[in-house]
């Protein structure tokens, strides 16, 4: 299932998924935990400045983020486990490239702009549109599951950019897999269309779960690609905050070349 490609550049390790490496004009990747600045417990490549690490570290890793990636800017938001949606226009401003907004859906059609969301646990989804070059960074943890973010995320693009579901392509990044996606609460927490993602007693599979609300949302399954990398089994390659508390948090970049 893990069919991501894997990279490595300057310490930097990073996957891609095959699906969105076939079009050109695109840059991504699921950033991992190393080649960055910061040390323990932020070691190293942390992308956040709402957990405790030092900002000047978190500014280089951002720095080294977006020279891999080869965009010109980095935009990002404060994430709130919501569905509310940013719209990046131009180069967003600030030092390091925060949008003093808050948002769990980012969407962009400029060249050299790059969506980052951060993650440890939660899955970031890539959305991609070739024919109206638009791209999309969602967070999705498991309270955006029970509020449908990426079907919510699809419906932003169909009306802010005539975006067609059947034309769109998405990847799901590595994140909290089955093998530990515990909820001893589900009863109170997920709705009872979400139980037959049951796997073992208290145990869900959240990736079938995106994969089914992409499906859901108007997406081909030919245009859909997992990372089915587990952030809480891989503690060398990925922050995680079940396994580990006070942590980082590593990220997804998508943008269209500049
Ligand atoms: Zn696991």
Redesign the pocket.
Known sequence: MTGYWRQEAGGLRIYQSPLLTAFTELRHGFFTRQGGVSSEPYRSLNLSLTVGDRRKAVAENRRLVQQEMGLTALADATQEHGRREAVVAGNPGGPAGELKVAADILLTDRPGVGLLIKQADCQAVLMYDPGRRVVANVHCGWRGQVQNVLGAAVTRLKERFGCCPADLYAAVSPS??????EFRHFRREFPPEFWPYQVRPNYFDLWRLSRDQLLAAGLQPEHLDLAGL?????AAEFFSYRRDRVTGRHGTVIGLKA
């Open positions: 909290l897999g089955p093998c530990c996606a587990c952030t809480r089994c891989r």
